[in-house]
C-alpha cells in the first residue's frame, strides 16, 4: 500500500514538475568527465560496438555516478541500422537480486510514451484521416473543448504543446493509484478534466500533459480502437516490440523493475490514471526501444516494416516550434532540451519521469544515431550520461563572438519573468554594460549577447527571449526549465495603502508582482488587517501556481465559498487539513501558529530540510515543530526578534495580520528558489 505522505510527495512532485535533464551541472565539471570532454578534442573515438560498451562500462564505474547510488540502468545505443549496445547495469530488484537484462526487464518509460502517442497521430495524418490545421473538436465527438481564446486548437497545436491551455497536468493526487484491480477509461478521464484554453493556441509552449493524451483520445476516436490497442496494432507489432505495452498486463508484471524513491526504499506496484495514458503509462525493454529507435532514424522503417512514410518521418522530426531560430522548442511529438550539450548537432529527445523511474531517448538524424537511458530510480544519472555521451563522440569546440551593447540597449530585456507552466519559478534579469545579469533557482549568471534576441550564460548555454508586435520582450527561455517558456511581468500599482518605505513592502511587493496577492476595488491591501484562514491557503495556491481543483469539497463549510476549489487544492496538496467535525472555517481570522503550521507543511513538500530554532512565549503542542521550522528557516517579518539569549517568541496564539502573512510567504517563496535540485526531477508522467 502506498501511504498518504508518499502520495501527497508524488503528486507535489508532478505538480512542480522541471526535468532533471537540464537543471544540473553540465558532465564536463563532473568528477571523471572534464578530462574526457578535452581529450575528445583532440582525438575523437570513432561510435563502434567496443568503444561504446568501454564508454559505458568506465561511466557507470564514476566515482560521481556511483554516488547516484542508481539501482539499475538499461543503456542502448544504435547507429546506421544496427543495435551497438544494450546493456544493463545494476539491479532490476535489489531484494530478490535480479540484475537489468535488456531483453527482458521491462521499465517504466514515462514520458517517452509521448512519442508513441505522437507516431500514431502521423500514422493517421498520413493517411487523411487527420488533419494537422483543423479545429480537433471535429475528432472529440460528444466531447467537448473549453476553448475561451477565440481561436481555433488544432492537431499542430497539441503536438508542438501550443494548447494555451490553463492547466497541463493531472490534479494533486490523480496521476497513479496503488489499485491494481482499478480501471479508470481514456474518455472518462479527459472528460472529468477538461482545462479551458485561455491563450491563443500557437503562441505559448508550456509542457503539456494534457495535449498528449487528447492526441491518444483522438487517435481512439477516429481508429475505433482503444489507444493501446492502436499502438499494439500499428506500432508494435509492425516493430517487432513484443515487451511493450500500455496497458500494465499480469503476464508482464513479473519482469518490471522495482522503482525505488528518493531514500532507495522500494516503491510499491501501481497503475497509471487513466490506465491506458498516452502520455506516460508505456512499459517497454531495451531490445524494444532499441527497435523504435531505428525505425524512426530509418525514416520510418525497420527491415520491411513501415510505420511511417519517409516524408511523414521527416516532418515529425522537423522544427515546429521555436523561442529563436537557434533555440528550438518542439518537431511533433519530440523536444529539444540540453541545447548547451547539442555541440552543434541536431539532436531531437524525450525524456520522461514517473514514481521510481527516469527515462531519455536522444536522436542524431543526421548521424544516424539513436541512445537511450532509463534507470529504476530519478536521479541525474541520465543527463550525465548524454552529456559524456556527446562530449565524447561529438566535441566541439565554442569560440564565440559576442556583441557588446550598451547597459542602456539592454534595459528592454529587464524584469521579472514567472514560468508558464510552474508560477513560483521565477527569473530575474537587469542589465549592465555590455551583458545581463540573470538571477534564478539556480543561482546568478552572466548572459552575454549572441544576437538580438539570444545570450548565452557561462557554460554556453542559451537564454532567448521573444518579442511581441511592438518591440517590446515578452518571453524567457532558459536551460532553469526547458518545460516552459517564463512570461514577463508587467509591474502592477502599487497598493495606496503599502508606500515603498513601509517595513512590509518588499514583501507585498514581491507577491503582488506575481500576483499572488490583489488589491481591492479601492487598490488597498489593508496590510494591518486579520487574514483568514481561507485566505491564507488561496495565497500559498497562487504563489505555487497551482490551478483550483475540480473535484468536491473535503469540507463541510467550503463548499459555497468562491475559492472554494483553491482550498481544494491546498487540501490535496497536503498543506492544509481541517477540524475533527470536518470543517475549515475559512472566514476565521488565523493565529500565527496555523499559518506557521500550513507554511511549514510546504516547506516540507518542497524540499526544504526542517529547522530548530528556541521558542519563549507559548506555543501549542499541535504547532511547536511547525513554529521551531519556520523560525529556524527564518520566514517571517519585521514583527519577529531573536532575544539576546536566542530565544524567539513568534507569539504563536496572536491573530496574524496580512502584512506578517506577507512576509511568511515571501520568505518560504525566495528560499525555495536557493534549494539544491528546488525545481523537481519529476516533470512529466
Excluded at 549572441?450 to 511581441?468: C, R, T
Aim: charged share 20%; proline share 6%; hydrophobic share 40%.
Amino acid at each position: 500500500m502506498i501511504t498518504t505522505s508518499v502520495w501527497k510527495k508524488t503528486m507535489l512532485s508532478a505538480f512542480t514538475a522541471v526535468t532533471v535533464i537540464c537543471a544540473t551541472v553540465p558532465a564536463a565539471f563532473a568528477d571523471g568527465a572534464s578530462k574526457e570532454a578535452a581529450a575528445t578534442y583532440k582525438s575523437v573515438p570513432v561510435l563502434d560496438e567496443k568503444d561504446i560498451e568501454g564508454f559505458a562500462d568506465a561511466f557507470f564505474k564514476r566515482t560521481d555516478i556511483q554516488a547516484l547510488e542508481t539501482p539499475g540502468a538499461l543503456f542502448v545505443v544504435v547507429k546506421d541500422g544496427k543495435v551497438l549496445l544494450q546493456k544493463g547495469f545494476g539491479s532490476a530488484n535489489i531484494e530478490a537480486n535480479i540484475p537489468v537484462d535488456p531483453e527482458k526487464t521491462v521499465f517504466r518509460i514515462a514520458s517517452v510514451s509521448k512519442v508513441f502517442a505522437a507516431t500514431a497521430v502521423m500514422q493517421l495524418v498520413e493517411q487523411g484521416q487527420i488533419d494537422l490545421n483543423q479545429d480537433v473538436q471535429q475528432y472529440l465527438g460528444d466531447v467537448k473543448l473549453k476553448n475561451n481564446s477565440g481561436s481555433p486548437l488544432t492537431m499542430k497545436h497539441l503536438l508542438t504543446h501550443s494548447t494555451g491551455f490553463d492547466i497541463v497536468d493531472p490534479p494533486p493526487g490523480d496521476m497513479i493509484t496503488g489499485d491494481m484491480t482499478a480501471f479508470t477509461p481514456l474518455r472518462e478521464y479527459v472528460v472529468k478534466t477538461m482545462p479551458t484554453i485561455v491563450h491563443k493556441p500557437g503562441e505559448v509552449y508550456k509542457y503539456d500533459n494534457f495535449a498528449s493524451m487528447l492526441q491518444g483520445y483522438i487517435v481512439e476516436q477516429v481508429s475505433g480502437k482503444p489507444f493501446h490497442q492502436y499502438v499494439n496494432d500499428h506500432i508494435f507489432k509492425p516493430l517487432g516490440m513484443k515487451d511493450s505495452r500500455f496497458v500494465l498486463t499480469p503476464d508482464i508484471q513479473a519482469d518490471l523493475a522495482v522503482g525505488y524513491d528518493d531514500n532507495h526504499r522500494p516503491l510499491p506496484l501501481y497503475n497509471t490514471i487513466p490506465t491506458d495514458m498516452p502520455q506516460g503509462s508505456m512499459v517497454t525493454t531495451g531490445s524494444d526501444m532499441a527497435k523504435f529507435m531505428l525505425a524512426h532514424l530509418n525514416k520510418g522503417k525497420l527491415g520491411e516494416s513501415r510505420i511511417l512514410r519517409e516524408e511523414t518521418a521527416k516532418d515529425m522530426q522537423s522544427v515546429h516550434l521555436a523561442i529563436h531560430p537557434q533555440v528550438p522548442t518542439m518537431t511533433y511529438g519530440f523536444e529539444f532540451i540540453l541545447h548547451h550539450k547539442f555541440n552543434n548537432q541536431y539532436v531531437i529527445g524525450k525524456g520522461g519521469s514517473i514514481p521510481g523511474f527516469s527515462s531519455w531517448m536522444w536522436l542524431l538524424p543526421e548521424q544516424n544515431v539513436g541512445g537511450f537511458i532509463v534507470t529504476n530510480h530519478s536521479s541525474d544519472l541520465r543527463n550525465r550520461l548524454y552529456e559524456a555521451f556527446m562530449d565524447r563522440y561529438y566535441p566541439v569546440e565554442r569560440p564565440k563572438t559576442f556583441l557588446q551593447p550598451a547597459k542602456s540597449q539592454l534595459a528592454r530585456f529587464e524584469g521579472t519573468y514567472r514560468d508558464l507552466r510552474i508560477g513560483y519559478l521565477t527569473t530575474r534579469i537587469k542589465a549592465q554594460d555590455g551583458m545581463l545579469a540573470l538571477e534564478d533557482l539556480m543561482g546568478k549568471h552572466t548572459l552575454k549577447q549572441v544576437d538580438p534576441l539570444l545570450f548565452e550564460d557561462e557554460q554556453g548555454s542559451p537564454v532567448a527571449f521573444k518579442e511581441n508586435e511592438d518591440g517590446t520582450i515578452r518571453f524567457l527561455f532558459s536551460k532553469t526549465n526547458p518545460t516552459a517558456w517564463s512570461e514577463k511581468l508587467p509591474v502592477p500599482a502599487r497598493f495606496t495603502d503599502v508606500g515603498k518605505d513601509h517595513p512590509y513592502a518588499a514583501y507585498i511587493d514581491g507577491l503582488h508582482l506575481l500576483d499572488v496577492v490583489q488589491a481591492g476595488r479601492d487598490g488597498k491591501f489593508r496590510p494591518d488587517e486579520p487574514i483568514t484562514r481561507a485566505e491564507f491557503a488561496v495565497w500559498l495556491v497562487n504563489w505555487l501556481g497551482a490551478a483550483p481543483a475540480k473535484g468536491q469539497s473535503p469540507f463541510k463549510d467550503t463548499a459555497d465559498n468562491p475559492d472554494a476549489g483553491k482550498i481544494t487544492t491546498a487540501f490535496d496538496m497536503g498543506f492544509v487539513t481541517g477540524t475533527k467535525k470536518g470543517l475549515f472555517e475559512p472566514t476565521r481570522p488565523m493565529m500565527r501558529q496555523e499559518a506557521a503550521v500550513m507554511a511549514s507543511r510546504l516547506s516540507l513538500l518542497l524540499g526544504h530540510p526542517p529547522k530548530e530554532a528556541k521558542l519563549s512565549g507559548e506555543t501549542d503542542a499541535w504547532a511547536t515543530d511547525a513554529v521551531r521550522n519556520i523560525v529556524g528557516n527564518g520566514f517571517y517579518g519585521p514583527e519577529v526578534t531573536p532575544s539576546a539569549d536566542d530565544t524567539v517568541d513568534y507569539r504563536s496564539k496572536q491573530v496574524m495580520t496580512r502584512k506578517e502573512a506577507a512576509a511568511v510567504l515571501y520568505c518560504l517563496g525566495t528560499a525555495s528558489l536557493t534549494l539544491p535540485g528546488s525545481a523537481s526531477n519529476e516533470k512529466d508522467q
